[in-house]
């Protein structure tokens, strides 16, 4: 079964740092493109990142130089690294593939991790 | 900063047609994907490639483009549409993705 499950999220005070993951199982991570989006409370869909299939990485404004995308290709597992948390990072995080069989689109999706930034 | 801009929300009566619409500047050069969520889940991909359809995916849901705007169109609304729609692109670069604000849809 093609799935995605995230971890790593918590409660962090701002200017910290937090690490997530994104398991991924029933494909290969390094084979597809792969990305973050997350959704702050009662808020909508924010894209913060990508990582492609040939390694290049990019990066929504908001995160840019905070944020770092990787993965771990004998893991198979994703990872987005956040550096300098602010209070507007709080937001639930999902991972996500992009399909090349649907032309990029997420055609799947991790069940979200939360991450909460408070003092 | 690259955007998508869609009505905040739609009402329509059960068995009628509900558009939802999505803009933006580099919608002639990218392709628009269309997402549905429901509270407390992830979303689901319902159109990629401006207007094909995953399998599994309803046919009463169907998506079209015409210059800067993408539609999504449900025929035929049940209840269970009742849900948050997402349109997504990328910028001209196609390198920075975007959705666009989302869009309530309530089923009177």
């Known amino acids: 079964e093609v799935q995605l499950v995230e971890s790593g999220g918590g409660l962090i005070q701002p200017g910290g740092s937090l690490r997530l993951s994104c398991a991924a199982s029933?494909?290969?991570?390094?084979?597809?493109?792969m990305s973050w989006v997350r959704q702050a409370p009662g808020k909508g869909l924010e894209w913060v990142s990508v990582?492609?299939?040939?390694?290049?990485?990019y990066y929504a404004d908001s995160v840019k130089g905070r944020f770092t995308i990787s993965r771990d290709n004998s893991k198979n597992t994703l990872y987005l690294q956040m550096n300098s948390l602010r209070a507007e990072d709080t937001a639930v995080y999902y991972c996500?593939?992009?399909?090349?069989?649907?032309?990029?689109?997420?055609?799947?999706w991790g069940q979200g991790t939360t991450v909460t930034v408070s003092s | 900063s690259y955007e998508l801009t869609q009505p905040p929300s739609v009402s329509v009566s059960p068995g009628q047609t509900a558009r939802i619409t999505c803009s933006g500047d580099a919608l002639p050069k990218q392709y628009a994907y269309w997402y549905q969520q429901k509270p407390g889940q992830a979303p689901v991909l319902v159109i990629y490639k401006d207007s094909e359809r995953p399998s599994g995916i309803p046919e009463r849901f169907s998506g079209s483009s015409s210059g800067t705007t993408v539609t999504l169109t449900i025929s035929g609304v049940q209840a269970e549409d009742e849900a948050d729609y997402y349109c997504?692109?990328?910028?001209?670069?196609?390198?920075?993705?975007?959705f666009g604000g989302g869009t309530k849809l309530t089923v009177l």
């Open positions: 029933g494909f290969t991570v390094s084979s597809n493109y």
């Open positions: 996500a593939r992009l399909a090349a069989e649907f032309y990029y689109g997420m055609d799947v």
């Open positions: 990582i492609y299939s040939g390694g290049s990485t």
């Open positions: 997504q692109s990328a910028d001209s670069s196609g390198t920075i993705w975007v």
